[in-house]
C-alpha cells in the first residue's frame, strides 16, 4: 500500500468526498506529519517550527469545530507502530466527530476557517483525513 502524505485535497478529491450520499455524524481520524520549519504562504519570516504553527491552528480551530457541532476528541503525539510498514510515523493523530459532511464543509469554507488555516498550512507538511461512519 502507497501512503502519500497531502495537506490539502485536490478539486477532484473534494467533489468525491463531499458528493458522497453520506448523512449523519461521523468520525474524521486525522494523521498529521509536521514541517520542520513553518513554511507561510505569503514568504513571511518565522522561528515557529511546523508544529508550533499548527498548534496556533489547532487552538482556534477547536472553537469552530464546537460551533459547528462537532465534538473535538482525542489529540496527541505518536509513539509507536505496532503493526504495518511505513517510512516514517506521523508526528500526531488526532479525533473529531462532525455531525454531518455539511456542518465539516462550512466550518472549512467559513471566512473564519480560511483566516487561521495559513497556520495549518505553514506547519503541515502533509496529513491523511480518513472519514468513518460514527
Known amino acids: 500500500m502507497k501512503v502519500v502524505n ?3 485535497p485536490t478539486p477532484e478529491r ?3 468526498f463531499f ?19 513553518a513554511e507561510y504562504a505569503d514568504g513571511r519570516d518565522s522561528d ?3 508544529r508550533e504553527a499548527f498548534a496556533l491552528y489547532g487552538a482556534e480551530v477547536g472553537k469552530l469545530i ?6 473535538p476528541g482525542f489529540a496527541g503525539p505518536v509513539t509507536g507502530l505496532m503493526l504495518g510498514e511505513v517510512e ?3 508526528d500526531m493523530v488526532a479525533l473529531v466527530q462532525y455531525p454531518s459532511l455539511d456542518a465539516f464543509k462550512q466550518m472549512i469554507t ?3 476557517y480560511q483566516i487561521i488555516a495559513q497556520h495549518r498550512e505553514a506547519g503541515l507538511a502533509g496529513q491523511l483525513n480518513i472519514k468513518a461512519k460514527a
Not at 455524524?25 to 520542520?36: A, S
Not at 464546537?66 to 465534538?71: D, E, I, Q, V
Open 19 to 37: 458528493g458522497a450520499e453520506d448523512t449523519g455524524p461521523f468520525m474524521m481520524v486525522n494523521l498529521l506529519k509536521f514541517r520542520e520549519k
Open 88 to 90: 516514517e510515523l506521523w
Open 66 to 71: 464546537l460551533k459547528a457541532g462537532g465534538t
Open 6 to 8: 497531502q495537506s490539502a
Open 48 to 50: 515557529l517550527t511546523g
Open 14 to 16: 473534494f467533489q468525491e
Open 110 to 112: 467559513s471566512p473564519e
